[in-house]
Every structure is written in structure tokens, then in C-alpha cells.
């Protein structure tokens, strides 16, 4: 009698693909898992994100609409369509799907740090930085919640503070690096480029900052 091959695990072949950046193949191997499986929420997340990352937004959407239709409690679903809100230019409802993925896991730094930024991009500083707190109170290595909260203290002109805050996550040279892109997000182009020129003082070689200064006096 012939041996029945086991069958492979899909979800599990989806999720490797994924964290490798291999998006198509993962949908592959997504559509194969709802066969199999059937519909299920976390399925359905999943090829949300390789959407979201394929800039396919309306395909992103609607993927995760079908996880919270089929599990409204989804809180990584509520997550995952607030980003792709966000990145499609509708920073209200995002919010509210924010805030949803809260209300059901209110442990996710991620999540937190996610807000943040759609608060940061929206320009509402204190709530940007009150999410960033929040996430790094869950996370105190949480690396990018750090830097967001850096880039928000800089833009709200609190200097010293962002620059503290910098000092801390990465080399001197850099930490002025990024201070002058907090300036040069800010407007503040004269400032922006002192800080680059400070930082190639330091690191000559610095590539970001050789990049940013040539921006910045409008080199091509």
C-alpha cells in the first residue's frame, strides 16, 4: 500500500515567506491555506499585510475586512486595515481601528507605536507622544517607538530632549544625522543642514548624512 504524503502546512510556509519579504509566493501559499483550511480570520490578516506591502491598498482593505467579518474581536486585523487606512490618506478611521486593536489587547507596543505615528503624521503631537510613551512603557527596547518619540519631541521643538533621546539610541554622528532630518521635516532647513555638516564632521563617511546635506542645499 502507497504511503499518503502528508499534506504541507501552508499557513506555516506563508508565514516564513512573508518574514523573508516574499509576498507573492506567501499569497500563494495563503490562497492554498483557505482551501484547506477554510475561512479563517488570521488568513485573511495575513494576506491583508502581503497586500498592504504590495501597495495593493483596495486588495489590503478588503482582506481585512473579511478578518474582522469573520472575527470582529481580530485585534491584529483592526491593526493591520488602520496602517493601510492611514497609508491611503483616511487618518480618522484609522484611529478608530487603533483603537479598537487596544480595547481588545491593550499589551501591544506595536499598536501603540502605530497610533502614534498616524497622530504624528496628522500633526496632533501630544497624542503622538503620550502613544509613544504608552509603547515604550510595554517595550522599554522597543528601538522605533524611541526614535518616533525623538522625531515628535524634535518637531515640537523640544530640542534638547529629541536630541537626549537620540544620544542614547545610536552613535554620535547619526544622533545628529537624524536631528537634522527632524529639522528638515520641520521645515527648518537652515538648522537641518548644520546638523548634517556636524555629523560628516564626525563620520565623514556617514552616507545619510552625505545624502542629506546634498538634499538639503538641493544638489541633484
Known amino acids: 500500500m502507497t504511503q499518503k504524503r502528508p499534506e504541507p502546512n501552508h499557513l506555516a510556509l506563508a508565514k516564513d515567506m512573508i518574514s523573508k519579504g516574499y509576498h507573492d509566493i506567501?499569497?500563494?501559499?495563503?490562497e492554498k491555506a483557505l482551501a484547506m483550511r477554510g475561512e479563517e480570520a488570521e488568513i485573511y490578516h495575513l494576506m491583508g499585510c502581503c497586500h498592504r506591502e504590495k501597495k495593493d491598498y483596495d486588495k489590503a482593505k478588503t482582506c481585512f475586512g473579511k478578518a474582522l467579518t469573520r472575527e470582529p474581536d481580530y485585534a491584529p486585523a483592526h491593526n493591520?486595515?488602520?496602517m493601510t487606512l492611514d497609508l491611503t490618506g483616511n487618518p480618522g478611521a484609522a484611529q478608530a481601528h487603533y483603537r479598537k486593536a487596544i480595547e481588545i489587547n491593550?499589551?501591544?507596543?506595536?499598536?501603540?507605536?502605530?497610533?502614534?505615528?498616524?497622530?504624528?503624521?496628522?500633526?496632533?503631537?501630544?497624542l503622538a507622544q503620550d502613544c509613544f510613551t504608552r509603547a515604550i512603557a510595554l517595550d522599554d527596547t522597543f528601538f522605533l517607538a524611541r526614535h518616533n518619540l525623538a522625531i515628535c519631541l524634535g518637531v515640537a521643538g523640544r530640542e534638547a530632549e529629541a536630541m537626549a533621546l537620540l544620544s542614547k539610541l545610536m552613535k554620535p554622528a547619526e544622533a545628529f544625522n537624524n536631528m537634522g532630518a527632524i529639522h528638515a521635516l520641520a521645515h527648518n532647513t537652515e538648522k537641518a543642514a548644520?546638523?548634517?555638516e556636524q555629523a560628516l564632521a564626525m563620520d565623514p563617511t556617514l552616507s545619510a548624512a552625505q545624502k542629506n546635506i546634498a538634499a538639503t542645499k538641493g544638489a541633484p
Open 26 to 30: 506567501a499569497l500563494v501559499q495563503l
Open 80 to 82: 493591520g486595515l488602520a
Open 194 to 196: 548644520g546638523f548634517f
Open 106 to 126: 491593550p499589551a501591544r507596543p506595536d499598536v501603540y507605536n502605530n497610533m502614534g505615528f498616524s497622530h504624528l503624521c496628522a500633526g496632533n503631537l501630544d
